[in-house]
């Protein structure tokens, strides 16, 4: 299937709906304890296209919507694109999505928005699955191939090269591991980031990081000491977010000892959706 056949089949497997005065896109599958599942850049509710099928078949419900910005979200010029006010529409998206008690699953800046929501509403978490992401923002370096993003005028130019078959290649070296996974739908990444603004509410992502000690420390509240399960999965080769940094600050801020490791690079979900629903169903268990 083409790109575009890819993104009109994701569209048709979704609704929109309205959270905060933005209009958003949401995909649901499966009918029992809802599991949200909260996506990072430069990717959308795309991402976990593979995860719900997974998530329904172990009797959860996958719920996976569009941050504004991204995807088929709107993306309004005046909007607060830091991770606060993405967690701000996240919480208003729950509701508005009339999920009451609820799983958490996130993954690369999904983090930091996820860990607002279970911030602002605790009780309301029943369990968390960290999917390659931050906790100690404040010591995070962007890498370099997202660095340029960062950058005045110098991100504008990048984003405009980033053409299909780049960011193909860039996905196939740092994202996806599986060699299997058709190019129409990697190329699908970087339509859906671009669509009608070209791409600008993305770059207002990407300066928005609130890379501060009073957010990780905030961040750290909400994975330890909790009253709900946490867990630490890992692509075992994501050259971005790598195992032995990131995976052990994530492991640190837990405070377990053991990470659940995966074969898969930075995009996770596309490689290892069975694995990643069969430890969320296992912790869901629990919480």
């Known amino acids: 299937m083409d790109t575009a056949g890819v993104i009109e089949a994701h569209r048709r497997a979704g609704r929109d709906f309205t959270a905060a005065g933005v209009r958003s896109y949401v995909r649901e599958e499966g009918a029992g304890d809802p ?60 509701d508005a999505l009339g999920l009451d008690r609820f799983h958490l699953l996130v993954h690369d800046i999904g983090g930091p928005v996820g860990f607002e929501v279970a911030a602002a509403m605790p009780t309301r978490v029943r369990s968390m699955t960290l999917l390659n992401t931050l906790i100690a923002v404040d010591e995070f370096r962007r890498p370099w191939v997202m660095q340029p993003f960062a950058w005045p005028v110098i991100g504008e130019v990048w984003l405009a090269t980033l053409s299909r078959p780049l960011f193909v290649a860039l996905m196939r070296w740092q994202g996806v591991k ?3 996974v058709p190019a129409g739908e990697l190329a699908a990444y970087v339509d859906l980031l671009k669509r009608a603004d070209r791409g600008k509410a993305f770059l207002q992502i990407m300066r928005g990081f609130e890379l501060t000690t009073q957010k990780r420390r905030l961040y750290e509240s909400v994975v330890r000491d909790v009253p709900y399960p946490v867990q630490v999965i890992w692509g075992a080769d994501d050259p971005a977010l790598r195992l032995a940094v990131h995976g052990a600050q994530a492991a640190r801020a837990v405070g377990v000892d053991h990470v659940h490791t995966v074969p898969a690079k930075h995009f996770l979900p596309e490689d290892q959706a069975p694995a990643i629903a069969a430890y969320v169903d296992a912790i869901a268990e629990r919480g």
Request: charged fraction near 20%; include cysteine; aromatic fraction near 12%.
């Open 178 to 180: 599986d060699r299997s």
């Open 35 to 94: 599991v949200v599942c909260v996506h990072g850049v430069p990717a959308s509710s795309f991402l976990y296209r593979k995860v719900l099928p997974q998530l329904a078949a172990r009797g959860l419900r996958g719920v996976a919507f569009d941050l504004p910005g991204l995807g088929l979200a709107d993306r309004p010029a005046e909007f607060d694109y830091s991770w606060t006010g993405l967690g701000r529409f996240a919480i208003a998206a729950v």
